[in-house]
């Protein structure tokens, strides 16, 4: 039988030449996800952009210096300690939205590696995410500032604003994701 980091792995081996879309073809690698296979936490973005293409680990460029200080800031944990993964795994064209058959192409690959990373809480950072898992039409800025229920087993899941929202928005959009932050830690800290 494999682990959960061999069976990772060998997931990632294999979304590593996926034609699922056609983003496959304008792609310089897939962004599988990075960090701990056995995390407590995972964190889902929206899609790579041109850093992330250029060097096949997710959240590397503004928004990932941003994530990583909440994680430090609010969590007291590093990147390595959680598991950080988007919603479509490879780069759109001019940093575009992800279309909903991308989105539901890259769909599998997200929903196994929930399953096998199996963490207590998910933290969904903006829009794409938090509409793909909790399955709903509503904006990030309703959702967020409570925790919902995803998958079965039921795990704890948290929208929060993308990273992104906050480089642009200011002190407000920080400050709610501040708090976001520290729901996913206390909720962390109580499963
Ligand atoms: N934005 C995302 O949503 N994901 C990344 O990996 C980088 C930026």
């Not at 964190?43 to 992330?52: D, L, N, Q, T």
């Not at 590696?113 to 309703?142: C, M």
């Not at 929202?165 to 109580?190: E, H, I, K, Q």
Request: hydrophobic residues 40%; charged residues 25%.
């Amino acid at each position: 039988m494999t682990t959960a980091p061999e069976s990772l792995a060998l997931l990632a081996d294999e979304a590593a030449s996926c034609t699922a879309c056609g983003l496959a073809e304008g792609r310089t690698q897939v962004v599988f996800g990075t960090g701990a296979p056995d995390a407590d936490v995972v964190f889902v973005g929206e899609a790579p952009g041109a850093r992330e293409d250029e060097q096949g680990v997710p959240f590397v460029g503004r928004s990932g210096q941003l994530l990583d200080r909440l994680l430090a800031e609010e969590l007291g944990v590093e990147r390595s300690d959680v598991y950080i993964a988007n919603v479509v795994k490879c780069r759109p064209p001019d940093n575009r939205d992800p279309r909903p058959d991308e989105i539901a192409a890259c769909r599998p690959w997200l929903a196994h590696q929930l399953d096998l990373v199996d963490p207590a809480v998910i933290v969904t950072l903006g829009n794409f995410a938090s509409r793909l898992l909790l399955d709903t039409a509503t904006g990030i800025t309703k959702l967020r500032g409570a925790d919902y229920r995803y998958g079965n087993p039921p795990r704890h899941l948290v929208p929060t604003f993308h990273p992104a929202a906050a480089l642009r928005g200011g002190a407000g959009v920080l400050a709610d994701m501040r708090s976001d932050f520290g729901r996913a830690r206390n909720l962390m800290m109580a499963s």
